[in-house]
């Protein structure tokens, strides 16, 4: 293992993510993967790379990390405090580390999951397919201090690029379309859905997210009689109490509870990544408009490589900032405030 | 009971932004069940190409596909036109089914619920025990977890609720009865089924060639064992179950 991430300490919801392993719904494994699917195909743009590479999925708090060799990274996801050796770096950024240096992430500053992605990729031995950890299903551990994870090979070197990361770290509105038992909620319920806020509760993980209603629960006219049937990421699961949950990547294939809708794929980022507390909002889409939505934002999605742009450092960041050769090259002079933010 | 072929099934719903869900009734009957896993076959054999994966639950067939690429309507129209292909209900079941024998430790430490399982449907332990463990089930789904099965149909005295409170953890090869059916757990899980039988029976092995080791319409049966002779056969990954050919 020539390439590798070692890391000194791990905060406790790491874990190696990556599109999951599709195609075994049949053998009630669900598919898994990152449960921000945006924040993988990002890192990938900024390292210029195929989003199947494993990036390390960070639940709340990142670590402390050293690498073997120059190695370059992403940070994408919720934002995070990041340095390198005590020098505070963007988010939403590529860098460079030097073999030997620190990399340091703290706690999210919104949003619940980071993600730290490597040139290359995370390497290791792949189980049915990816190396997503399935902690579920039992297949990976979650990372612990002292792990040493191999890195794969980069064909780049391309660093210091910055990305504009889509805001859906704070809650907000949420769409979600009727699915196959919607029709067991009154359309009363149904409007109620829609005007209710709900807090994210703080029972939550990879499978689902608790969501409490403002007001009281939701009832079905099914009641709690129906037989445990298919159920995907997105679904919004009504338990015994009337309390919601929205599935996430890692749930599991069927469910007993009725299912009041199903969240829209590009939503569902906003709803891992909603921190205990905050606010959530649902609208009621047809299946025809979710579609257009869907269809806009797998062409935005495609552009993702070309909307990376070179970083321009904040002077505050730069340790060195005297021994650069600060005046050769006239600019229009405002190159630094434009990226102060 | 209704006519099963009536024109109210199957019906076609769409599951999710990305999927179908076609059932085939609302009640587990074995009609279903086998109409289910015969149409996701004909799903599979049709090759449609916005196909991206196919299911079965209880008694419906489940398809994700692209809508992108293919529009609802004409999805769903392409489903309707397949499903007039024939009477799914009288499919046979699917061939190359195994009948496996699971050696089983009944209550006790091992599975702590035997007793109040036994009191919900009416029996004593030792009639529970000759009961189930005489009884020959067949995996109707695999769903949940990993390479975890429904097994059913036991006699309608183990027509009992599921709890209304969660058991913290079921270990892994945990065999748990709720309305008349059992499930066999391959991971450890909270679960509202009570807990009756133990097991060592790996349903789970992702680090080998055969990672799920159940098919639905394979048939069990819980033969009891002693705790003794299971702790010899945790070694082994089939945990001392042997199966034979039946279909």
Known sequence: ?341 | MKDLQDATWPKVKTAGFDGFLISFGDQLNEPANRAALAFRDALEQAGLAAVQETSTSLVSTYLRFDPLALDHATMRETLVALLKGRNWFDASLPRGRKLWRVPTVYGGDLAPQLEGAATAAGLTSAEAIASISSSRVRVQTIGFAPGMPYLGELPEAWNIPRQTSLNAQTPAGGLCVAIRQLVLFPVATPTGWRHIGQTAFRLFRPETDAPFVLRPGDEVMFEQTTPEALTQMQKDPDGGAVSEDIA
């Not at chain 1, 190695?71 to 939403?92: E, K």
């Not at chain 1, 612990?144 to 210091?160: E, H, K, V």
């Not at chain 1, 359309?187 to 403002?214: L, Q, Y």
């Open chain 1, 1 to 341: 293992m020539s390439r590798y991430l070692k890391v000194l300490r791990a905060g406790p919801a790491m874990t190696v993510q990556d599109e999951g392993r599709a195609g075994y719904l049949a053998f009630g494994l669900s598919r898994g993967g990152a449960v921000d699917s945006l924040a993988l195909l990002e890192g990938a743009a900024l390292l210029g790379q195929d989003p199947s590479h494993a990036a390390l999925e960070m639940g709340g708090i990142g670590g402390e990390f050293e690498v073997s060799e120059e190695i370059r990274i992403a940070l994408t996801g919720a934002p995070m405090r990041a340095s390198i050796d005590g020098v505070n770096i963007q988010w939403n950024a590529s860098h460079l580390i030097d073999a030997g240096a620190r990399l340091s992430i703290g706690a999210a500053t919104s949003g619940s999951y980071g993600y730290l992605h490597l040139g290359g990729g995370i390497a290791g031995k792949a189980v049915l397919g990816a190396r997503s950890a399935h902690l579920a299903a039992g297949i990976g551990e979650l990372v612990r201090d002292g792990d040493a994870l191999p890195i794969g090979r980069d064909a780049q070197a391309l660093a210091g690029q910055k990305i504009t990361a889509e805001a859906r770290f704070d809650g907000g509105s949420v769409r979600i379309v009727p699915s196959l038992q919607t029709e067991f909620f009154a359309p009363s319920e149904i409007a109620r859905f829609e005007t209710t806020a709900f807090k994210r509760d703080t029972r939550g993980n990879r499978m689902g997210v608790r969501i409490i209603p403002e007001g009281e629960g939701f009832k079905t006219e099914a009641g709690l009689s129906i037989l445990s049937e298919v159920i995907v990421p997105g679904d919004v699961q009504v338990t015994g109490d009337g309390t919601p949950f929205v599935l996430l990547s890692e749930c599991q294939t069927t469910g007993g509870y009725p299912r009041i809708g199903s969240v829209l794929p590009m939503d569902l980022p906003r709803v891992a990544q909603a921190r205990a507390g905050a606010t959530l909002q649902f609208k009621f889409l047809t299946l025809e408009e979710a579609v257009t939505l869907e269809q806009r934002e797998a062409a935005r999605r495609k552009t993702l490589r070309a909307s990376v742009k070179p970083m321009i450092r904040n002077p505050h960041d730069i340790a060195d900032l005297l021994s650069y050769q600060l005046i050769s090259g006239a600019t229009a002079g405002d190159d630094l405030e434009k990226d102060i933010s």
